[in-house]
Protein backbone atom coordinates (compact mmCIF):
# COMPACT_ATOMS: atom_id res chain seq x y z
CA UNK A 1 0.00 0.00 0.00
CA UNK A 2 1.13 3.61 -0.57
CA UNK A 3 0.32 6.97 1.02
CA UNK A 4 0.55 10.50 -0.79
CA UNK A 5 2.15 12.50 1.61
CA UNK A 6 2.91 16.55 1.72
CA UNK A 7 5.00 16.69 -1.18
CA UNK A 8 2.72 14.35 -3.52
CA UNK A 9 5.07 11.51 -2.78
CA UNK A 10 4.00 8.23 -2.53
CA UNK A 11 5.52 6.32 0.34
CA UNK A 12 5.22 2.25 1.09
CA UNK A 13 4.14 1.54 4.45
CA UNK A 14 7.86 0.42 5.75
CA UNK A 15 8.96 3.74 4.64
CA UNK A 16 5.88 5.62 6.84
CA UNK A 17 6.53 3.04 9.90
CA UNK A 18 10.47 4.08 9.68
CA UNK A 19 9.69 8.12 9.47
CA UNK A 20 6.82 7.36 11.98
CA UNK A 21 10.11 5.84 14.51
CA UNK A 22 11.09 9.38 13.81
CA UNK A 23 8.80 11.06 14.83
CA UNK A 24 8.99 9.10 17.98
CA UNK A 25 12.32 10.22 18.51
CA UNK A 26 11.55 13.67 17.80
CA UNK A 27 8.96 13.58 20.80
CA UNK A 28 11.21 11.50 23.43
CA UNK A 29 14.15 14.35 22.95
CA UNK A 30 12.55 17.67 22.91
CA UNK A 31 11.11 19.52 25.85
CA UNK A 32 10.39 22.83 24.86
CA UNK A 33 6.99 22.53 23.00
CA UNK A 34 8.17 25.30 20.64
CA UNK A 35 10.91 23.32 19.54
CA UNK A 36 8.51 19.96 19.77
CA UNK A 37 5.89 21.86 17.13
CA UNK A 38 8.62 22.77 14.75
CA UNK A 39 10.47 19.37 14.40
CA UNK A 40 6.76 17.51 14.89
CA UNK A 41 5.52 19.74 12.09
CA UNK A 42 8.82 18.67 9.74
CA UNK A 43 8.82 14.63 10.60
CA UNK A 44 4.94 14.48 10.23
CA UNK A 45 4.84 16.40 6.69
CA UNK A 46 6.86 13.56 5.80
CA UNK A 47 4.00 10.82 6.34
CA UNK A 48 1.07 12.71 6.19
CA UNK A 49 -0.71 15.66 4.96
CA UNK A 50 -1.90 18.24 7.27
CA UNK A 51 -2.59 21.98 8.24
CA UNK A 52 -2.91 22.12 11.76
CA UNK A 53 -1.66 20.00 14.82
CA UNK A 54 -2.54 20.31 18.22
CA UNK A 55 -1.49 18.60 21.30
CA UNK A 56 -3.04 18.43 24.67
CA UNK A 57 -1.29 17.39 27.65
CA UNK A 58 -3.15 16.62 31.06
CA UNK A 59 -1.36 17.90 34.57
CA UNK A 60 -2.45 15.12 36.85
CA UNK A 61 -2.06 17.82 39.83
CA UNK A 62 -4.36 19.90 38.68
CA UNK A 63 -6.30 17.88 36.55
CA UNK A 64 -6.27 20.12 33.39
CA UNK A 65 -5.08 19.89 30.16
CA UNK A 66 -2.58 22.46 28.54
CA UNK A 67 -3.39 22.88 24.72
CA UNK A 68 -0.92 23.89 22.36
CA UNK A 69 -2.04 23.82 18.50
CA UNK A 70 0.19 25.34 15.76
CA UNK A 71 -0.40 26.29 12.21
CA UNK A 72 1.37 24.06 9.99
CA UNK A 73 2.09 25.97 6.91
CA UNK A 74 3.57 29.28 9.03
CA UNK A 75 4.28 27.46 12.25
CA UNK A 76 2.37 30.21 14.27
CA UNK A 77 1.42 29.34 17.44
CA UNK A 78 -3.05 29.35 17.89
CA UNK A 79 -3.81 30.42 21.29
CA UNK A 80 -6.37 28.20 22.52
CA UNK A 81 -9.71 29.69 22.42
CA UNK A 82 -10.90 30.79 25.74
CA UNK A 83 -14.57 30.19 24.96
CA UNK A 84 -14.48 26.45 24.80
CA UNK A 85 -14.36 24.78 28.15
CA UNK A 86 -12.16 21.72 28.62
CA UNK A 87 -14.61 19.54 29.20
CA UNK A 88 -16.25 20.32 25.63
CA UNK A 89 -12.95 19.46 23.86
CA UNK A 90 -11.82 16.41 22.24
CA UNK A 91 -9.00 15.72 24.21
CA UNK A 92 -11.32 15.61 27.49
CA UNK A 93 -13.40 13.43 25.56
CA UNK A 94 -10.26 10.91 24.60
CA UNK A 95 -9.45 11.37 28.04
CA UNK A 96 -12.63 10.60 29.71
CA UNK A 97 -13.36 7.90 27.33
CA UNK A 98 -10.07 5.96 26.38
CA UNK A 99 -10.58 5.50 22.81
CA UNK A 100 -9.55 7.60 19.70
CA UNK A 101 -11.60 10.25 17.95
CA UNK A 102 -12.04 10.91 14.04
CA UNK A 103 -14.96 14.17 13.83
CA UNK A 104 -15.81 16.11 11.03
CA UNK A 105 -16.99 18.82 10.71
CA UNK A 106 -19.85 17.84 7.75
CA UNK A 107 -20.68 14.91 11.14
CA UNK A 108 -22.39 18.01 13.45
CA UNK A 109 -21.67 15.96 16.04
CA UNK A 110 -23.43 17.48 19.41
CA UNK A 111 -20.63 16.40 21.82
CA UNK A 112 -18.56 18.23 20.06
CA UNK A 113 -20.78 21.19 19.07
CA UNK A 114 -18.88 24.43 20.73
CA UNK A 115 -15.41 22.50 19.45
CA UNK A 116 -16.79 22.35 15.85
CA UNK A 117 -17.40 26.18 15.56
CA UNK A 118 -14.04 26.86 16.91
CA UNK A 119 -12.42 24.62 14.12
CA UNK A 120 -14.60 25.89 11.90
CA UNK A 121 -12.75 29.51 12.88
CA UNK A 122 -9.77 28.03 11.17
CA UNK A 123 -11.44 25.95 8.49
CA UNK A 124 -10.78 22.81 9.77
CA UNK A 125 -12.76 20.06 8.37
CA UNK A 126 -11.59 17.27 9.79
CA UNK A 127 -10.12 16.35 13.52
CA UNK A 128 -7.71 13.33 14.24
CA UNK A 129 -7.18 12.33 18.67
CA UNK A 130 -5.33 9.03 19.63
CA UNK A 131 -4.57 7.96 23.33
Known amino acids: MRTEVADGSQ ?10 VGVSNAIGTHRDPQELFGVLVKELHRVVR ?3 IGVSIRDEKSNTFHRHSI ?3 TEAAIPPDPELAME ?12 PLITSLE ?13 KKYGVRCCVLSL
Do not use: G, I
Request: hydrophobic share 40%; charged share 30%.
Open 107 to 119: ARDARFSKLQEVL
Open 71 to 73: DAE
Open 11 to 20: LSAATRYELL
Open 88 to 99: DSDAWWVYQNQE
Open 50 to 52: FDY
